[in-house]
Nanobody, 121 residues
Framework: QVQLVESGGGSVQAGGSLRLSCAVT??????MGWFRQAPGKEREFVAA????????YYADSVKGRFTISRGNAKNTVYLQMNSLKPEDTAVYYC????????????????WGQGTQVTVSS
């Protein structure tokens, strides 16, 4: 059974940091991605990491501020978020994709339940 469980969300002031985690079971050799969805907006791509952890890709809006990584056992994916801005406020989702480094949400096969991130000014 496939399970993706996010944690680490919360409230932080602008300029602060948060680290999101995604515990993954039931899938292997998948690209992992992070997406986010703000109220009234479509879900958008944030970052992706290959199965090996060697390759990463970021949305322009988070490049240089966010870092995606995998744990040594590859069953946990992290999103380190620094220099947070109010516009980063959203529900953040992790997802698993059997294709290579996709950025479109419809390409992803499995999704977590999401974790709320709120950044105040």
């Amino acid at each position: 059974q496939v399970q993706l469980v996010e944690s680490g969300g919360g409230s932080v002031q602008a300029g602060g940091s948060l680290r999101l985690s995604c515990a993954v079971t039931g899938v292997s050799r998948y690209t992992m991605g992070w997406f986010r969805q703000a109220p009234g907006k479509e879900r958008e791509f944030v970052a992706a990491i290959s199965w090996t952890g060697i390759n990463t890709y970021y949305a322009d809006s988070v490049k240089g501020r966010f870092t995606i990584s995998r744990g040594n056992a590859k069953n946990t994916v992290y999103l380190q978020m620094n220099s947070l801005k109010p516009e980063d406020t959203a529900v953040y989702y992790c997802a698993a994709d059997r294709n290579y480094m996709a950025t479109a949400s419809h390409e992803y096969d499995y999704w977590g339940q999401g974790t709320q991130v709120t950044v105040s000014s």
